[in-house]
């Protein structure tokens, strides 16, 4: 059943169109207020005596692809209330048309969505394709205007940290785990500034958090009852890196082992002679470094000899320092996986492969493809000659870790000379899969025995590590809890940041981003 539409229907409710009139781009609609009443705003008593009208101007949503301005009739009332200090006041139209707005609450509700999902300019440019026309310095002002919007107190979060700028600025976010949205943005990542934020919220009782100590000792300190917990992601990537690094300690061993001690450079491409010349000089810097430390000096006196930083000189003498061939990113690594299955199916013609390639979306150069399957007939030899190149610490680390069936011949041969010349190694690998095992398992009562196998290992710090945050470690095996989702937070923030270009001080920030939730 179709119903007729008249001119009211049009305008917000309680108001009623006396005249629709186009002017240029513009639809002009005169508004007068059905009611014969109003309220005095200070003192709530009801008032009949009108005493003047005037005029105001205020936009409204666009109507068939034309602006729309609203004239309303406003009429001034007189109070009666012997007490009330206001003798005239302007009538109140609600949440339709707050005093002093130039837009309807309606508009305004669109505009503070729009400038919560994009920002200032692309904001303002968009509006007006909407015939909304706002400035970007007004969407702003409608952002902070609007201000957070109310939620209830949180009782479990996450808490981590995020660059404003990186390696130089660092602010804190923290979120609501149960509503699974942000809470609050705090400026650094001070332990003090997160301590006063987590004792204004007394009621929270669990902090997921990452394995830094500052967020630990801020929530130790202002909520000493509450249940902290590590994050699992962090404890899986710290425990593999731990890994990594115990490889790069048994590097000498390795090329020991593996009998080559010594490289020709004569065999090497010009990237790798590049690399082993750097490694020289490396070495020369190592055992300059080594040298001292063998005399008793300590590390701030090694630095202030050599003039090498403090890093590099903790490094050496950790044995993190011992690579010949560091690997680098290739472009076929999304198509290794093909690549592998068209080698095992006997087609071993580098430039039909990139052909092949190329119809998939790979956009690299023949030559690429061709390097690799030169590799790769070479690897498929396993003599003497293929072994006296050792791999990097990385590749010998993912060699270890993965399964035999995916090796080539010369890498399992590799693994295997590794495997019974460096046990050390190997022992360490094994207390890293224990350890996975045990966080994906959720065996929280093989976590005492894990660490009394760790630190008599190559993996000694990270089991030591470990043992110091035992009950978040320990609370981040059997707790459903982790802070994933403060990780997700924080990309979103990251876009809503660069969206902005960097230049959004941090109340904008937060009422984008909290707001938009």
Same mark, same amino acid.
């Given at each position: 059943?179709?119903?007729?539409?008249?001119?009211?229907?049009?305008?917000?409710?309680?108001?009623?169109?006396?005249?629709?009139?186009?002017?240029?781009?513009?639809?002009?609609?005169?508004?007068?207020?059905?009611?014969?009443?109003? =309220?005095?705003?200070?003192?709530?008593?009801?008032?009949?005596?009108?005493?003047?009208?005037?005029?105001?101007?205020?936009?409204?949503?666009?109507?068939?692809?034309?602006?729309?301005?609203?004239?309303?009739?406003?009429? +001034?009332?007189?109070?009666?209330?012997?007490?009330?200090?206001?003798?005239?006041?302007?009538?109140? !139209?609600?949440?339709?048309?707050?005093?002093?707005?130039?837009?309807?609450?309606?508009?305004?509700?669109?505009?503070?969505?729009?400038?919560?999902?994009?920002?200032?300019?692309?904001?303002?440019?968009?509006?007006?394709? $909407?015939?909304? @026309?706002? &400035?970007?310095?007004?969407?702003?002002?409608?952002?902070?205007?609007?201000?957070?919007?109310?939620?209830?107190?949180?009782?479990?979060?996450?808490?981590?940290?995020?660059?404003?700028?990186?390696?130089?600025?660092?602010?804190?976010?923290?979120?609501?785990?149960?509503?699974?949205?942000?809470?609050?943005?705090? @400026? *650094?990542?001070?332990?003090?500034?997160?301590?006063?934020?987590?004792?204004?919220?007394?009621?929270?009782?669990?902090?997921?958090?990452?394995?830094?100590?500052?967020?630990?000792?801020?929530?130790?300190?202002?909520?000493?009852?509450?249940?902290?917990?590590?994050?699992?992601?962090?404890?899986?990537?710290?425990?593999? +890196?731990? !890994?990594?690094?115990?490889?790069?300690? #048994?590097?000498?061993?390795?090329?020991?082992?593996?009998?080559?001690?010594?490289?020709?450079?004569?065999?090497?491409?010009?990237?790798?002679?590049?690399?082993?010349?750097?490694?020289?000089?490396?070495?020369?810097?190592?055992?300059?470094?080594?040298?001292?430390?063998?005399?008793?000096?300590?590390?701030?006196?090694?630095?202030?000899?050599?003039?090498?930083?403090?890093?590099?000189?903790?490094?050496?003498?950790?044995?993190?320092?011992?690579?010949?061939?560091? #690997?680098?990113?290739?472009?076929?690594?999304?198509?290794?996986?093909?690549?592998?299955?068209?080698?095992?199916?006997?087609?071993?013609?580098?430039?039909?492969?990139?052909?092949?390639?190329?119809?998939?979306?790979?956009?690299?150069?023949?030559?690429?493809? #061709?390097?690799?399957?030169?590799?790769?007939?070479?690897?498929?030899?396993?003599?003497?000659?293929?072994?006296?190149?050792?791999?990097?610490?990385?590749?010998?680390?993912?060699?270890?870790?993965?399964?035999? *069936?995916?090796?080539?011949? &010369?890498?399992?041969?590799?693994?295997?000379?590794?495997? &019974?010349?460096?046990?050390?190694?190997?022992?360490?690998?094994?207390?890293?899969?224990?350890?996975?095992?045990?966080?994906?398992?959720?065996?929280?009562?093989?976590?005492?025995?894990?660490?009394?196998?760790?630190?008599?290992?190559?993996?000694?710090? !990270?089991?030591?590590?470990?043992?110091?945050?035992?009950?978040?470690?320990? =609370?981040?095996?059997?707790?459903?809890?982790?802070?994933?989702?403060?990780?997700?937070?924080?990309?979103?923030?990251? $876009?809503?940041?660069?969206?902005?270009?960097?230049?959004?001080?941090?109340?904008?920030?937060?009422?984008?981003?909290?707001?938009?939730?």
């Amino acid at each position: 059943m179709s119903t007729k539409l008249c001119a009211s229907d049009l305008v917000p409710a309680g108001f009623i169109a006396e005249r629709i009139t186009r002017v240029g781009d513009e639809t002009c609609i005169l508004l007068s207020r059905t009611s014969a009443t109003a =309220a005095c705003p200070a003192c709530g008593r009801m008032s009949r005596t009108v005493r003047s009208r005037y005029c105001r101007q205020v936009a409204d949503l666009p109507l068939s692809g034309r602006r729309v301005r609203l004239l309303v009739r406003t009429r +001034r009332f007189a109070c009666d209330a012997v007490l009330c200090g206001r003798q005239i006041f302007a009538e109140r !139209f609600g949440d339709v048309l707050p005093p002093y707005a130039r837009r309807t609450g309606r508009l305004e509700h669109v505009v503070h969505h729009l400038a919560l999902a994009l920002g200032g300019r692309p904001a303002a440019r968009f509006a007006q394709r $909407l015939m909304v @026309p706002v &400035s970007n310095d007004t969407l702003l002002r409608v952002i902070r205007r609007h201000g957070l919007p109310p939620s209830a107190p949180p009782s479990v979060i996450g808490i981590d940290d995020w660059a404003w700028r990186r390696n130089h600025r660092y602010g804190t976010i923290v979120c609501d785990l149960e509503r699974r949205r942000p809470v609050s943005l705090l @400026p *650094d990542r001070e332990p003090a500034t997160a301590e006063a934020w987590l004792r204004q919220n007394r009621q929270i009782q669990i902090v997921a958090r990452d394995r830094g100590g500052a967020y630990g000792l801020a929530a130790a300190r202002a909520l000493p009852d509450a249940v902290q917990v590590a994050d699992r992601w962090h404890l899986m990537e710290n425990a593999s +890196r731990a !890994f990594l690094d115990a490889v790069r300690k #048994s590097m000498r061993q390795i090329r020991k082992t593996l009998g080559a001690t010594r490289v020709d450079p004569k065999l090497l491409t010009a990237a790798e002679r590049l690399q082993y010349e750097g490694y020289l000089r490396r070495e020369q810097t190592n055992a300059a470094i080594m040298a001292l430390a063998k005399d008793g000096m300590t590390i701030k006196e090694i630095v202030r000899r050599t003039g090498h930083s403090r890093g590099l000189v903790r490094q050496v003498l950790r044995g993190q320092r011992n690579d010949v061939f560091r #690997s680098r990113e290739s472009s076929l690594e999304m198509y290794l996986e093909w690549l592998d299955a068209q080698w095992a199916a006997g087609k071993r013609n580098g430039t039909e492969l990139w052909r092949r390639l190329r119809t998939q979306g790979f956009r690299g150069s023949r030559r690429v493809v #061709s390097e690799w399957a030169t590799r790769r007939k070479r690897a498929d030899k396993a003599d003497a000659e293929s072994l006296t190149r050792t791999p990097s610490a990385r590749t010998i680390a993912r060699l270890l870790t993965t399964n035999r *069936d995916t090796l080539t011949k &010369s890498e399992t041969v590799t693994i295997a000379a590794i495997e &019974s010349g460096v046990p050390l190694l190997i022992a360490a690998r094994e207390i890293i899969t224990d350890f996975h095992l045990m966080v994906r398992r959720k065996m929280e009562n093989q976590l005492m025995p894990w660490i009394d196998r760790a630190r008599d290992s190559l993996v000694a710090s !990270f089991g030591n590590g470990v043992a110091k945050d035992i009950q978040a470690v320990r =609370a981040a095996i059997v707790s459903p809890w982790s802070n994933g989702q403060t990780e997700g937070q924080i990309t979103k923030l990251k $876009l809503v940041k660069r969206q902005m270009y960097g230049r959004g001080k941090l109340d904008l920030l937060q009422a984008r981003l909290i707001g938009a939730t």
